[in-house]
């Protein structure tokens, strides 16, 4: 059964107030639950109270007090209460060892852990478990004292104290009224690191990250990362932390990145723990951005949460937006001006790379729709990159359009508003439009319309009369899959104009005085087609060169015919660093396409030299941060090549780019070289944005020096795997070594499984790395094969699974996508084994191949025929609704 958006209805009754009893036991948890029940005003008496349920088992019901016939009709426990006011108590039991979807309550390594959104907390007791039903929650966890020592859940602890029998008991009181998918208890073994601050208004606040015994030591960065959080909130938007504690708690197996359970924030351990031996500086950095996230949603969530899950960006969309301009931030803080342009630049360019790969991707498939989707058959496929990513663009919209302050009086004023209350996308955009005194009823379509719009631009010059004229028109593509309307968007585009010489012309609109000139103008493109002319411009001057949609200044595709010549300048002279970066990928990308195409249709692939030059430049050029530099100088990846193809050739591209990259190596060899020498990090480890730079840098430069065919890389990396005193470098050279092979790599593969097998979020990477190794003496597939017999392997535990099952068939396209249809083979069998398993998880490994039909021909029945046997052996709704739009 598929649920739409327009049948919305506020429900019958509402719950005030939960009391929740928990006897944990891992076989038979007995929960009773007691709700103070009220039927909303105009709601006929006789209307049953219907309260949903999944994996239950029935125990009793009473009525203010008295026994009550109650009956579950599938998951849906019926009860003709016939008053307007009552208290309804449900006991009930559930087997949470046997639970290995992680949804509800479930046994990690021993330990309980809880995940209720979506739709997980009628996995622990019948309830109206939909977000606009917001109640007080009283939680009494009573368990063994020797198995269970701490007894968490959401809000402040109030009693706790022994009971008969070894067991003890530990009560919460969670003064905010919340969703029941904010729900959230932890029970177990597990110790942790606490500090006690005071926030702007002085009050103390208890911080602490619960994890168990061994993995104290990789806790200090997660607890770091809360209070930069906590003041970030503070100075940045005025929100402050309302409980009198925090806590964070890791878990080993769990489904996604974390949750924010009001107080009460369940992690996976790879966004918790962190230290220099284990984690790269990427994981130090997504620590910093998951536990941002997560604490972010505190007020953007908790305290104003969802009307319903169509509205799931409201939150989503924007918690992204906010952990992005956070840790943009926290990586802008440690340098002078010019390095915290780089930083902010930087961070933009990782989140657009990825928005680009993954989204655009989305929204070109059979999975498509729009930020605030239409209609979902399992919401939790509906947590994707495009409620997440995309819905982050469109807040970030706000921000281009109104500034700063204008941005932050929009959320003031929705605070103001909604503070307590589960709202709409529309509640949002109204208050952004209120407190900028604007129309905002266009802005709407980016809510409700599916697919990447495009923005083809026309420019003309008139030197004598110093007038640049830009038309700009904005289109989906034809093919686009989503029947959702295709309006025009307003669409804020970011424009600059560099001279000859690459400086930056002061911009006028034609009907604005001189004074408005300024270097970066925004144009508000609203009709399908607009003409804007810049006038002023020097008279008979050389043709300006255009800097288009300056910092991704919208979601959009820009169609504009630059040749490579105006590339190479834009990469060379752009003040703007983001476009300086995208000028650069637009040249790779034209050649590795030309060339990929080439390969495709069975010719000679031939290099283009205005790649290897231009990138050259950037290679030799000191005044740019390394990080900056590491971007500029990493190619498109080859999903994303692929994706641009008419018709995507994996072998083709994989091919094309290995070409590029052998000889970019080749033909600046002793550049890289000078740049690996040059880069070296002293002192102790940091994993500041400054030092990681560097460290991304020289580990680029080691893997295109590992290009070369000498034997001097394979010293270099052995070196540097042995000496280093850190994930990132260890981890790099690893990696160097396996793609340069032989037994050096072999040694070196085992050397490290030796070395961390104890720290499973290690064997996660060294898993992976063998999963993304392209097909060479082995092909990869028989060693993925190889790999799950592997006694460290486990299908249950959802990142081992992703890293070994996801990274290659995600991971590795042109393995993945062998001609003998190997891949597809596997895959399916990943999916059927998952699904009966962790449906969220097989769903996720489902999506792989919903882009089947962009492929070429070879390939495309292979991938169809795995599409239908996992269709017809596939049993849960995150499965068939994947599969199913898949072949639809
Ligand atoms: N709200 C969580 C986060 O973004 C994600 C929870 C997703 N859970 C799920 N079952 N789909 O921060
Ligand atoms: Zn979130």
């Known amino acids: ?276 031996q284990t984690a790269t500086d990427t994981d130090f950095a997504n620590v910093e951005a998951v536990v941002g996230h997560e604490y972010f949603h505190n007020w953007t969530g908790n305290r104003v949460t969802c009307r319903d899950w169509f509205q799931l960006s409201l939150k989503e969309g924007l918690t992204v937006f906010r952990d992005q301009e956070f840790s943009a931030d926290m990586a802008a803080g440690e340098g002078d001006a010019a390095q915290a342009a780089s930083a902010v630049a930087v961070k933009r360019i990782e989140d657009v790379r990825m928005l680009r790969q993954t989204q655009f991707a989305e929204d070109a498939g059979p999975m498509a729709h729009p930020v605030r989707p ?150 508000a493109l609203t009709g399908a087609e607009q003409t804007f002319e810049f006038v002023g411009l020097p008279i008979d001057g050389a043709t300006p060169t255009p800097s288009l949609l300056r910092h991704f200044s919208a979601p959009v595709i820009v169609d504009y015919e630059y040749d490579d010549a105006a590339l190479a300048f834009l990469l060379a002279h752009d003040s703007d660093a983001f476009n300086r970066w995208e000028a650069g990928q637009r040249l790779a990308t034209r050649a590795l396409l030309e060339m990929a195409q080439t390969l495709s249709a069975g010719g000679q692939a031939r290099l283009s030299e205005t790649v290897v030059d231009a990138f050259g430049k950037v290679l030799a050029d000191d005044t740019l941060a390394p990080a900056f530099r590491e971007q500029a100088l990493t190619l498109p990846s080859e999903t994303f090549l692929a994706e641009q193809m008419i018709e995507a050739d994996p072998g083709a591209v994989h091919a094309a780019r290995t070409q590029m990259r052998g000889r970019l190596a080749e033909a600046h060899a002793a550049l890289w070289q000078r740049i690996y020498e040059a880069h070296r990090t002293d002192g102790p480890y940091r994993p500041t944005a400054v030092d990681a730079g560097r460290r991304a840098l020289r580990n680029l430069a080691l893997g295109y020096l590992a290009e070369l065919p000498d034997a001097a890389a394979a010293t270099l990396a052995e070196t540097q795997y042995r000496e280093a005193d850190n994930m990132t470098d260890r981890f790099s050279a690893l990696g160097a070594l396996a793609r340069i092979g032989g037994t050096a790599a072999q040694d070196a593969l085992q050397d490290f499984y030796r070395r961390f097998e104890h720290e499973p979020l290690v064997i996660d990477k060294w898993f992976a790395l063998q999963a993304m190794q392209p097909d060479g003496a082995a092909r990869t597939i028989d060693t993925v094969r190889r790999l799950f017999t592997h006694p460290a392997f486990n299908l249950k535990n959802p990142n081992r699974a992703r890293s070994l099952i996801f990274s290659f068939c995600a991971g590795n396209p042109a393995a993945f996508h062998a001609a003998d249809a190997s891949g597809y083979a596997f895959w399916a069998e990943q999916v059927l084994a998952l699904d009966a398993l962790n449906p969220q998880v097989a769903a996720r490994l489902a999506r792989v191949l919903e882009r089947w039909r962009k492929y070429v021909p070879t390939l495309r029945d292979g991938m169809e025929a795995a599409l ?18 898949a072949l639809g």
């Not at 046997?869 to 049993?875: I, P, Q, S």
């Open 374 to 523: 239409e209609s979902y058959a399992e919401i939790n496929n509906f947590y994707t990159v495009t409620v997440y990513e995309k819905g982050a663009e469109v807040v970030r919209m706000y921000q281009t359009l109104f500034g700063r302050d204008g941005f932050r009086r929009g959320m003031d004023l929705y605070f103001q508003r909604h503070d307590g209350q589960a709202v709409t996308c529309d509640d949002f955009r109204q208050a952004m439009a209120d407190a900028n005194g604007a129309d905002l009823a266009q802005f709407e379509r980016w809510y409700s319309q599916a697919g990447t719009p495009r923005v083809a631009v026309e420019t003309a010059y008139d030197a004598a009369a110093g007038r640049y004229r830009l038309t700009l028109r904005q289109h989906y593509a034809e093919d686009r899959r989503s029947d959702t309307p295709a309006d025009p968007l307003l669409i804020p585009f970011a424009v600059g104009l560099l001279d000859a010489a690459g400086r930056d012309l002061p911009l006028r609109l034609n009907d604005e005085p001189e004074s408005a000139a300024a270097t970066t103008r925004v144009l």
């Open 1 to 276: 059964t598929v649920i739409h958006r327009r049948d919305y209805m506020p429900p019958p009754y509402r719950i005030e107030t939960v009391d929740l009893h928990f006897d944990l036991d891992p076989h038979r948890t007995v929960v009773r639950n007691t709700m103070r029940i009220v039927r909303r005003d105009g709601v006929p008496a006789d209307t049953p109270l219907e309260l949903l349920g999944e994996g239950l088992q029935l125990e009793a019901v009473t009525l203010d007090g008295v026994a009550a016939e109650a009956s579950d009709a599938d998951g849906r426990l019926r009860v003709a209460a016939g008053r307007a006011s009552f208290e309804l108590t449900v006991t009930t039991h559930c087997d949470p060892a046997a639970n290995s979807s992680l949804m509800g309550l479930y046994v990690s390594n021993g330990n309980f852990f809880t995940q209720c959104e979506a739709e997980g907390f009628r996995k622990i007791t019948y309830f109206l478990d939909r977000p606009d039903v917001m109640a007080t929650y009283t939680v009494t966890l009573a368990a063994d004292k020797e198995a269970y020592p701490v007894l968490l859940s959401n809000g402040n602890l109030v009693e706790s104290g022994p009971l008969p029998d070894g067991r003890h008991y530990a009560k919460w009181v969670d003064p905010f009224a919340k969703p029941s998918y904010l729900f959230a208890l932890v029970a177990g073994k597990l110790v942790a690191l606490e500090e006690t601050i005071q926030i702007a208004d002085g009050t103390p606040k208890l911080l602490q990250v619960w994890v168990e015994p061994q993995d104290l030591p990789k806790t200090r960065h997660a607890m770091d990362s809360l209070i930069a959080s906590i003041r970030w909130d503070e100075r940045r938007y005025g929100l402050p932390l309302d409980l009198d504690r925090f806590m964070i708690v890791a878990v080993g197996d769990f489904n996604m990145g974390a949750m924010e359970n009001k107080g009460l924030n369940i992690f996976n351990t790879k966004y918790v723990l962190a230290d220099q």
């Open 868 to 885: 239908q046997r996992v269709m017809a052996g596939a049993r849960s709704r995150d499965v068939r609704e994947v599969v199913g739009k």
